[in-house]
C-alpha cells in the first residue's frame, strides 16, 4: 500500500490517501542464443501513478547489465493490460521465455 498527501488550491491536504497496487506481478522474459552472443531479457510491470492513471514499466537489455526502461501510462487499467498482453504475445513470438 501506497500513501500520499493531495495537493489542493492551498497547499496540501492533512490526511494521507491510500491506493493498491494491481494484483499482477511483474513479468520478466529471457531470449538466449549462445551460438548468435544472444543474452537478452525482457520485463514488464504494471504500476499505479501519483495522477489515477496506470504505467506499464518495460525494461530490457543484455542479461547482467542495466538496460534502458520506457513508461507508458494509461488512464484506464484495461488499456494497460491489454498493451501489456500485446507487448508480452510479441516478445514471445520472437522467441523470448519465462526462464525456471
Given at each position: 500500500?501506497?500513501?500520499?498527501?493531495?495537493w489542493t488550491g492551498s497547499g496540501f491536504a492533512a490526511t494521507f490517501e491510500s491506493m493498491t497496487?494491481?494484483?499482477?506481478?511483474p513479468l520478466h522474459l529471457e531470449r538466449i542464443d549462445a551460438s548468435r552472443n544472444m543474452w537478452r531479457y525482457y520485463e514488464l510491470e504494471l504500476h499505479p501513478t501519483l495522477f489515477g492513471?496506470?504505467?506499464?514499466?518495460?525494461?530490457?537489455?543484455r542479461i547482467g547489465a542495466p538496460g534502458r526502461s520506457k513508461i507508458m501510462t494509461f488512464s484506464e487499467l484495461d488499456?494497460?493490460?491489454r498493451a501489456f498482453k500485446r507487448l508480452?504475445?510479441?516478445?514471445?513470438r520472437r522467441g523470448y521465455f519465462v526462464p525456471s
Open positions: 500500500m501506497i500513501q500520499f498527501m493531495r497496487l494491481p494484483a499482477d506481478p492513471e496506470h504505467a506499464l514499466v518495460r525494461t530490457w537489455g488499456a494497460a493490460k508480452e504475445a510479441s516478445k514471445r
